[in-house]
């Protein structure tokens, strides 16, 4: 597939109040256990079960997470293998102001790059970005949209592309309710151009299953078991000082879970594994040169309490 072709840019009911008085002291007692009974019945984790989930957006609540990813990047050059391993550990806030908007930044940041031919690995400093805001328009179902990103440093930009952080971080829910077996799909895309002059087009098709429940902390979860097919093109904004550009493709699958916690709307973990192929293209001075890749990860993140 050709990402820059499909991307288009990248009461309960019952008798009215006034009828009680005509009803025998029986049928108003009965009456009367039925709507305490409907009310239990609401509150119950298997009517949270029979209702659509949506993430809680109260404006003031703010939640922060621990998120770790780890990533290889294997490739075949003419001189030999190389592999290229990233590390990206940060705990971030999510505050929601109105509606469907939220602000976000990130508290804590650690990047580290290692294996890069003829480069010493690489700890970029983190600390320009920190409590720097970002802005975005959050749907109830997991659709989110980042309208302002913070400045990001080129050399953060080489190792970690946060101007996406958000654009999946949060699992998409479900119109219909969360039972078990209980399956959905969703499509997504996006394009963004990077601090270090890399464009991005990616495309994700996702499909969910619901497991069941479980616990975490003492919180009642469901568990989704998550399957993605993705298709990345990664290319250089303009040519490199050398004249050559180079461009990136790759596709693939991830797998992993999510837990979300109906009674109060949040996502308290997520779990993924993903592995990719495809190959780095470079061309200049009227030559071409294709370097096969693999590119494998490991992420995760969890709410924390």
């Known amino acids: 597939m050709n990402p820059r072709r499909r991307h288009p840019g990248v009461r309960p009911r019952g008798r009215p109040v006034a009828m009680w008085p005509e009803l025998g002291r029986a049928a108003r007692v009965a009456a009367r256990s039925f709507i305490v009974a409907a009310a239990a019945l609401a509150l119950s984790p298997a009517a949270a079960h029979a209702q659509a989930p949506a993430y809680r957006r109260a404006p003031g609540d703010t939640l922060r997470y621990h998120e770790v990813t780890m990533s290889t990047v294997e490739m075949r050059a003419a001189t030999g293998p190389v592999s290229v391993r990233t590390s990206h550990d940060a705990r971030i806030a999510l505050a929601f102001v109105a509606a469907d908007t939220a602000r976000a930044w990130?508290?804590?940041?650690?990047?580290?790059?290692?294996?890069?031919?003829?480069?010493?690995?690489?700890?970029?400093?983190?600390?320009?970005?920190?409590?720097?805001?970002?802005?975005?328009?959050?749907?109830?179902?997991?659709?989110?949209?980042?309208?302002?990103?913070?400045?990001?440093?080129?050399?953060?930009?080489?190792?970690?592309?946060?101007?996406?952080?958000?654009?999946?971080?949060?699992?998409?829910?479900?119109?219909?309710?969360?039972?078990?077996?209980?399956?959905?799909?969703?499509?997504?895309?996006?394009?963004?151009?990077?601090?270090?002059?890399?464009?991005?087009?990616?495309?994700?098709?996702?499909?969910?299953?619901?497991?069941?429940?479980?616990?975490?902390?003492?919180?009642?979860v469901v568990v989704v078991e998550l399957r993605t097919a993705s298709e990345i093109a990664t290319g250089t904004a303009a040519p490199r000082a050398s004249g050559a550009t180079m461009r990136s493709d790759l596709e693939g699958e991830e797998t992993g879970t999510f837990c979300f916690a109906p009674a109060t709307g949040r996502l308290v973990e997520r779990r993924r594994t993903g592995r990719l192929t495809g190959a780095i293209t470079v061309r200049g001075g009227g030559q071409q040169l294709s370097i096969p890749q693999t590119f494998t990860y490991e992420s995760r993140i969890e709410l924390i309490r």
Not at 152 to 159: C, F, K, P, R, S
Request: charge should be negative.
């Open 106 to 220: 990130v508290e804590a940041l650690s990047l580290s790059v290692a294996g890069l031919p003829g480069q010493a690995d690489r700890r970029p400093d983190t600390s320009a970005l920190l409590r720097q805001p970002y802005t975005l328009v959050f749907g109830a179902r997991g659709e989110v949209e980042t309208v302002r990103t913070p400045e990001l440093a080129a050399e953060i930009a080489q190792v970690s592309d946060l101007s996406a952080e958000f654009t999946d971080f949060f699992p998409r829910l479900p119109a219909g309710p969360l039972t078990p077996g209980a399956t959905w799909a969703d499509t997504a895309s996006h394009e963004t151009t990077n601090a270090a002059g890399r464009t991005v087009i990616a495309q994700r098709i996702g499909s969910y299953r619901v497991r069941g429940d479980s616990t975490i902390a003492g919180e009642r």
